[in-house]
């Protein structure tokens, strides 16, 4: 069985800046293209990043667009998401899932991913 599990999280002014850690075991995480999600308060869960199993490629929803890269490091069994220049519309609970088919790309439905982190809290005050 997948565990992914988050860490980072936290309080953070306005215009800060925030590094989430997301560690994977019990399956072959080389083999996952990997992705953070978010939920607001009162709102749905939506898409934030993916990156390939390869790290070839990534995509960002156009929020985060020029202020959150994505990265992995398969030797870890990690992915990271670092965030800059945070706003408070960032604040959210932030998930990290795993698509173990890695077959599909660019989808940002979450039904396409198999396994998900506890999430971690991110704060940002204005």
């Known amino acids: 069985q997948v565990q992914l599990v988050e860490s980072g999280g936290g309080l953070v002014q306005a215009g800060g800046s925030l590094r989430l850690s997301c560690a994977a075991s019990g399956g072959t995480f080389s083999r996952y293209h990997m992705a953070w999600f978010r939920q607001a308060p009162g709102k749905e869960r939506e898409f934030v990043a993916a990156?390939?199993?390869?790290?070839?490629?990534?995509y960002y929803t156009d929020s985060v667009k020029g202020r959150f890269t994505i990265s992995r490091d398969n030797a870890k069994n990690t992915v990271y998401l670092q965030m800059h220049s945070l706003k408070p519309e960032d604040t959210a609970v932030y998930y990290c899932?795993?698509?173990?088919?890695?077959?599909?790309?660019?989808?940002?439905?979450?039904?396409?991913?198999?396994?998900w982190g506890q999430g971690t809290q991110v704060t940002v005050s204005s």
């Open positions: 899932a795993a698509d173990a088919s890695a077959i599909r790309w660019r989808d940002e439905d979450e039904m396409v991913y198999d396994y």
């Open positions: 990156i390939r199993w390869s790290a070839s490629s990534t």
